[in-house]
């Protein structure tokens, strides 16, 4: 940044009038007070020319004697003391305080043309330079990750006992101050900025957002980007950090304070797959802007709600007592409340549930506000059945359910058990979970409905279920014949479309594990596989001619870690996806791949070229035929198992990793689709940690410092993993 008279005919002299707008004309200093800057007391300031610091764009300085211990700020017309040194490490600050956004774009090109030069110097034999140069640099790194890891607040650096702790190990070891620490932060973080910019860089991604207020009632908007590494076919996501609210919480605030986040990543609408919020009436209006702008941008970005939310909707209606149920939830949480308020008893608790059981146990609190949280709250009580009866009888409790009572919880623990199962599942972000969805949704249902049949349940849980099936339905549809493919084209409460989203749908097909589609209509399936073809019809014009090549993983995928869900089998887990399992054991009549290269042929012997050698344009029917012939070759071939003989959970990554040269249009579309959370649990747990960063005795910290500290606790383990997973990067 320069003054436009910087290249008038005298360019070392800038009058006054040049740098501040609409400034009054010069007077006699003695006829002004101190704050008025020098530039409107007569001083005329000049272009830093031997200057060598970036920061110069923006100060200018005095060529009168008196003043040139002071430059002036040309964005805010301000005189910025920086001593007989003429150090800028005031100027900065300044810049820091008063001009975020210019303050930032200067590191980012600091940090850019630090890298640049660490390339450029590689392999060379600099090592003598930089240890003279770089002062104890494992030192300072290790002591920012340590602070930013455990919450450290920057004045522990400055605390008596931190230095003589550091003392005590090296005599020699420097001493960080304050403003070392504060500028060692700043340079981390825009450090970890540019690398995770260049990793997201072209790269198809999904997004979760969301909103929060601080201890000091300040609002703040996060967001985390999630993406398919195409390079070791991983999943990854990143933190971006938190925005300070400055207005309202509308639709159009919400998408705003997204495309803030999104803009400081260089990330396009283009790029954006799909945005998950919650189901709040705000963010389901956001949702449908986002959709709208990206259109306008030339994206096609698809949303949908926080399935966990939804489901949040229909369980607690199992929160409060009916007629039905003898007043079984009231009885359970006098227990509890029990336990909670007396030490003594909880005690005795935990001593007879470990005699009994073998581990000590206490009980748990339900919180309207907590998912599966009635669930955990009655499968413990349960649980604790004979350890209760006994303490009743003993007299160390002073009441305890009846018989019909516990059979009330019994049932109450059958039904809820689905639910906890689907929501603990999809919360995930270091795993697949989008194509999860449908079956989730299937499972769920066919659990109301067979409690609401069930001659064996009791009463309670039969006017429950009935009540939970009727929202189950007005949010998520019936589930009957040609519905599930098309009840996303209508809009239910909130005007948030009912049933599930289409993309969540044909994400379903291209997860191995899942392309079976149970518990779909068939009639719905074909339905899919329609829309599915159509996506991919157009993704293979504008992408052109591929030709599949048979094989398994390339030799530059040697070094690549498997990526596992990392979740470990159990046998509830288990139970629930039985019929995913019987399924996948199947054999299908699978189509040749030979066959399916002779269709490639006759369509396109050669990219762009006929059987005489001939060009021949790539048109829209010649790329339906080849995804259709793909398509049709991966719908013929088998699944995989849900769980795999190790008792993990198999990662529908590490097959397309495989069998991506078979299918490259199909592993295109995977890579973008199967990226998609299926809750906005991820950028909930954003405020997790911002809460333990402004904390109470840190409420007055400055914004700007919060989002490097938040953004760096979550990014710097997620980068160390990325580059964990791919070799090279």
């Not at 030069?117 to 600099?126: E, M, P």
């Not at 198809?204 to 398919?228: E, I, K, M, P």
């Not at 029917?621 to 013929?636: G, M, P, Q, T």
Request: aromatic share 8%; net charge neutral.
């Amino acid at each position: 940044m320069s003054d436009n008279n910087d290249k008038s005919p005298q360019p070392s002299v800038i009058a006054a009038s040049t740098i501040a707008v609409n400034t009054p004309s010069p007077v006699p200093i003695s006829e002004v007070t101190p704050s008025i800057p020098f530039v409107d007391r007569g001083g005329s300031v000049k272009q830093n020319v031997l200057g060598r610091s970036e920061v110069w764009k923006f100060f200018r300085i005095y060529n009168e004697k008196p003043y040139k211990m002071h430059a002036l700020c040309v964005l805010c017309n301000t005189d910025v003391f920086y001593g007989a040194t003429h150090c800028t490490g005031n100027l900065s600050r300044h810049m820091e305080r008063k001009h975020r956004k210019e303050f930032d774009l200067l590191q980012s090109q600091k940090e850019s043309k630090r890298q640049r030069l660490l390339s450029s110097a590689s392999g060379t034999s600099n090592g003598c330079i930089t240890n003279f140069t770089s002062n104890c640099a494992g030192f300072e790194e290790c002591l920012v990750k340590w602070m930013i890891k455990t919450y450290q607040p920057l004045s522990a650096v400055q605390e008596d006992t931190f230095r003589d702790m550091l003392t005590s190990l090296n005599k020699k070891v420097p001493a960080v101050s304050y403003g070392k620490i504060r500028s060692l932060m700043t340079q981390k973080y825009h450090e970890t900025l540019y690398s995770i910019k260049k990793i997201l860089k072209g790269k198809d991604v999904s997004l979760t957002t969301d909103a929060w207020t601080s201890v000091a009632r300040d609002g703040y908007v996060t967001c985390t980007l999630h993406f398919v590494e195409p390079k070791s076919w991983t999943l990854h996501n990143f933190s971006l950090g938190l925005f300070k609210k400055n207005g309202t919480s509308t639709a159009i605030d919400v998408v705003r304070y997204a495309e803030e986040h999104l803009n400081n990543f260089e990330i396009s609408y283009t790029q954006l797959t799909c945005v998950v919020t919650d189901t709040e009436s705000t963010m389901v209006a956001a949702g449908r802007l986002f959709k709208e702008k990206s259109v306008q941008e030339g994206g096609e970005t698809a949303w949908h709600g926080c399935v966990d939310h939804v489901l949040e909707l229909v369980t607690k209606l199992a929160f409060r007592d009916i007629p039905d149920s003898i007043g079984t939830l009231s009885a359970c949480r006098s227990i509890v409340n029990y336990f909670k308020s007396s030490t003594q008893a909880n005690l005795k608790l935990k001593e007879k549930s470990k005699a009994r059981l073998g581990m000590a146990l206490s009980v748990v609190q339900d919180v309207c506000t907590r998912w599966w949280s009635t669930y955990t709250m009655c499968e413990r009580l349960y649980r604790l059945k004979d350890v209760l009866t006994i303490m009743s009888l003993e007299g160390d409790l002073r009441s305890t359910l009846s018989d019909a009572q516990w059979v009330v919880v019994w049932d109450l623990i059958v039904l809820l058990k689905p639910f906890m199962i689907a929501q603990k599942l999809l919360e995930g972000e270091s795993y697949v979970t989008i194509s999860l969805i449908p079956y989730m949704l299937y499972k769920i249902r066919s659990s109301l409905e067979a409690a609401n049949v069930n001659p064996d349940s009791s009463a309670q849980v039969k006017s429950i279920s009935l009540l939970m099936l009727a929202k189950f339905r007005e949010e998520f549809g019936s589930g009957l014949e040609t519905t599930v493919a098309t009840d996303h084209l209508v809009e239910g409460n909130r005007r948030r479309a009912v049933g599930i989203p289409k993309i969540v749908l044909m994400a379903m097909y291209l997860d191995p594990r899942t392309k079976s589609a149970v518990g779909i209509p068939p009639a719905d399936r074909d339905l899919i596989w329609q829309d599915l073809k159509s996506v991919l019809t157009e993704l293979a014009v504008s992408i052109g001619p591929l030709t599949p090549c048979p094989g398994s993983v390339g030799d530059d995928m040697a070094g690549v870690v498997n990526q596992h869900n990392g979740l470990q089998r159990n046998n509830e887990m288990a139970e629930f996806f039985d019929e995913i399992e019987q399924e996948a054991e199947v054999d299908a009549e699978e189509v040749p791949y030979d066959l399916l290269q002779e269709l490639y042929d006759d369509m396109n012997p050669m990219p762009g070229m006929n059987n005489n050698g001939q060009a021949v344009p790539w048109t829209p029917e010649r790329a339906r035929l080849v995804v259709h012939a793909e398509v049709d070759h991966y719908k013929s071939g088998n699944g995989i198992p849900m769980i795999e003989p190790s008792g993990k959970f198999a990662c529908p990554l590490t097959w397309w990793r495989q069998h991506e040269n078979d299918f490259p249009y199909l592993s295109k579309l995977a890579a973008k689709y199967l990226s998609i959370p299926a809750t906005s649990a991820p950028a909930e747990r954003v405020f997790s940690t911002a809460g333990l960063t402004i904390a109470k005795d840190r409420a007055r910290l400055d914004p700007d410092r919060a989002n490097e500290l938040v953004f760096m606790h979550d990014s710097i383990p997620a980068l160390d993993q990325y580059k964990l997973a791919v070799p090279g990067e």
